[in-house]
């Protein structure tokens, strides 16, 4: 595709449910990153991704966060057993290889939990 | 301390003048910096990027980096209404881009 692209655009969840968000980079992109953004905050980073593999998950906030890119593609992060305070922009950005300028973001998921 | 801090604003200045945007990091090995425009509801987008001392013009846009004093700066000259966004400052060491809370600025008719 032309751009990052990453569904659901929205997500309502009860307390408790699980939820899967996808993200599908730019083709070709080694480089894929989750960030979470609060109302009003920049961007967090949560994870990174090498190809398929996950470098660096520190920024994941418990274990009910999981993140994978089993093929070095298209990417999932899923939220296990919802909280409040995971209501929240999930944005997933992808660039061309390691260490390289330019982040390309997705349009983001925004995640409501009730 | 956080890592990249900005002055959350809102930073209001009238159309044609010229805004000033400021970053500090605390990380003295970072090796790239960026400024990220984001308007209400919409992603992020890349506006500039630098990655050694002085200043770098695109356009109207200005982005100064002192390593030094660890501060990066965006001037945007001759500002519209439509530079009316939240500007993102973000640096990155190995890999990993740091972004701050970003200032929101609004340039008034």
């Known amino acids: 595709g032309a751009g990052v692209s990453q569904s659901p655009r929205y997500k309502v969840a009860k307390r408790g449910q699980d939820v899967a968000l996808r993200c599908d980079p730019i083709?070709?992109?080694?480089?894929l990153f989750w960030y979470q953004q609060a109302l009003g905050q920049g961007p967090e980073f949560l994870t990174y991704?090498?190809?398929?593999?996950?470098?660096?998950k520190s920024g994941l906030p418990s274990d009910r966060f999981f993140a994978e890119r089993p093929e070095g593609s298209v990417s999932t992060l899923k939220i296990q057993r919802t909280q409040q305070e995971d209501s929240a922009v999930y944005l997933c950005?992808?660039?061309?290889?390691?260490?390289?300028?330019?982040?390309?973001f997705g349009e983001g998921s925004r995640l409501t939990v009730l | 301390q956080k890592e990249v801090e900005q002055n959350s604003g809102p930073l209001s200045v009238p159309e044609g003048a010229i805004a000033s945007l400021n970053c500090t990091y605390s990380?003295?090995?970072?090796?790239?910096f960026f400024w990220y425009r984001q308007y209400s509801g919409k992603s992020p987008e890349l506006i500039m990027s630098i990655y050694s001392n002085g200043d770098k013009e695109d356009g109207r846009f200005t982005a100064q980096l002192n390593k030094a004093s660890q501060y990066v700066s965006l001037l945007i000259r001759d500002s519209q209404p439509s530079d009316s966004a939240t500007y993102l400052c973000a640096v990155r060491g190995t890999y990993k881009y740091i972004f701050g809370t970003g200032t929101r600025l609004k340039v008034l008719a």
């Open positions: 083709s070709g992109h080694v480089s």
């Open positions: 950005a992808s660039s061309v290889t390691t260490g390289s300028g330019e982040l390309f």
């Open positions: 991704f090498q190809n398929e593999a996950q470098l660096d």
């Open positions: 990380d003295r090995g970072s090796q790239s």
